[in-house]
């Protein structure tokens, strides 16, 4: 009996407290609220930045204007996109310009093509 309360003591162990167990909550919940935070404005800031169908519709448009389908200057609005695309000389050299501008955000994207691509 008196090796068994031993055995019992040597592997007995000590319950935390209520304020330890508050303690390690609120640390983890912070934890977590301020992962969760990063997240949101990492996917935010994801989909806000993402122009993959602008510059898609940018492409069509370029097509159209490298096979002669479009008449210049031609403005069209896609989406809260509005694009808009002219051809200036500089250098001697006919360019072409295509711009898109966000009507939301106010981003422009902006490309330049000779007028010989």
């Known amino acids: 009996m008196a090796l068994l309360k031993k055995l019992n003591s040597a592997y007995k162990l000590k319950g935390s407290t209520l304020m330890e167990t508050l303690v390690a909550t609120i640390l983890i919940v912070l934890i977590f ?12 800031n994801t989909i806000k930045n993402n122009t993959q169908a602008i510059d898609h519709r ?4 370029q097509y159209l204007q490298q096979h002669e389908q479009l008449l210049l200057p031609y403005t069209e609005t896609y989406k809260n996109w509005t694009i808009i695309i002219d051809n200036f000389k500089e250098n001697n050299e006919t360019l072409v310009e295509f711009e898109a501008i966000n009507s939301k955000t106010k981003k422009t994207i902006t490309v330049i093509k000779s007028e010989e691509q």
């Not at 940018?58 to 448009?61: K, S």
């Open 33 to 44: 609220m301020i992962a969760s935070m990063i997240l949101n404005n990492l996917f935010s």
């Open 58 to 61: 940018l492409n069509e448009l």
